[in-house]
Nanobody
Framework: VQLQASGGGSVQAGGSLRVSCAASGGTFSSYDMGWFRQAPGKEREFVAVISWSGGSTYYADSVKGRFTISRDNAKTTLYLQMNSLKPEDTAVYYC????????????????????????WGQGTQVTVSS
């Protein structure tokens, strides 16, 4: 599956932004989908994940209550709505896909591990100014 992220940009602290990830070339509903981000000089970190059906979501503590992950399987698109943005949210945001139901040595927290995902988008820059 190919993933194309878009929607990044620059916003002031406290503002909102929505990034999208369009999928093609595969059966979108066969994948759990995640968002990760990477700031300059830092490792890529988990942001949010959503199950294939949209029925389950998990968030990093740093974004819980401010970000919302969602998906539209009919449009084969993943979203991340980001509200109350902070300067520390500045990063390149990546979407990622993992086949549903694959076992993991990490058990129920597999979704936090970047190496659990098979496919990645190219990333979209989000910059939050104070």
């Amino acid at each position: 599956v190919q993933l194309q992220a878009s929607g990044g940009g620059s916003v002031q602290a406290g503002g909102s932004l929505r990034v999208s990830c369009a999928a093609s070339g595969g059966t979108f509903s066969s994948y759990d989908m995640g968002w990760f981000r990477q700031a300059p000089g830092k490792e890529r970190e988990f942001v949010a994940v959503i199950s294939w059906s949209g029925g389950s979501t998990y968030y990093a503590d740093s974004v819980k209550g401010r970000f919302t992950i969602s998906r539209d399987n009919a449009k084969t698109t993943l979203y991340l709505q980001m509200n109350s943005l902070k300067p520390e949210d500045t990063a390149v945001y990546y979407c990622a896909a993992r086949p549903v139901g694959r076992a993991s040595k990490y058990g129920s927290t597999w979704y936090r591990r970047a190496n659990e995902y098979d496919y990645w988008g190219q990333g979209t820059q989000v910059t939050v100014s104070s």
